[in-house]
Nanobody
Framework: QVHLMESGGGSVQAGGTVKLSCVAS????????LAWFRQAPGKEREVVAT????????YYPDSEKGRSTISRDNAKDTVYLEMTSLKPEDAAKYYC???????????????????WGQGTQVTVSS
């Protein structure tokens, strides 16, 4: 059974950078889609970035292109999310999510992901 554990959240000043980590355990499939989602109070959970652990193919919504970077270290079973130029509206709980992938295409909808971490809180102060 896959287990995900996020870390790296905290309070960051607007304009600053944060790097989140997600350690995955119990990975048995050849390939997984790992994604970062965030959810602010009263808002829908939205995708921030996805990555295929086998091909390294990534996806970012337009709002994150050039600002966020998802990467993986397969030797450490860890996926990272680095976000720069943080804005107050980036404040949210950030979740790592995964599903066993059958291609290098990763879905961006949260319903595709069957394993979730507990989340890590990011607060942005102006």
């Amino acid at each position: 059974q896959v287990h995900l554990m996020e870390s790296g959240g905290g309070s960051v000043q607007a304009g600053g950078t944060v790097k989140l980590s997600c350690v995955a355990s119990g990975l048995t499939s050849r390939s997984y889609c790992l994604a970062w989602f965030r959810q602010a109070p009263g808002k829908e959970r939205e995708v921030v970035a996805t990555i295929n652990t086998s091909s390294g193919r990534t996806y970012y919504p337009d709002s994150e292109k050039g600002r966020s970077t998802i990467s993986r270290d397969n030797a450490k079973d860890t996926v990272y999310l680095e976000m720069t130029s943080l804005k107050p509206e980036d404040a949210a709980k950030y979740y790592c999510a995964a599903y066993s992938a059958f291609s290098d295409f990763c879905y961006i909808g949260k319903d595709a992901y069957n394993t979730w971490g507990q989340g890590t809180q990011v607060t942005v102060s102006s």
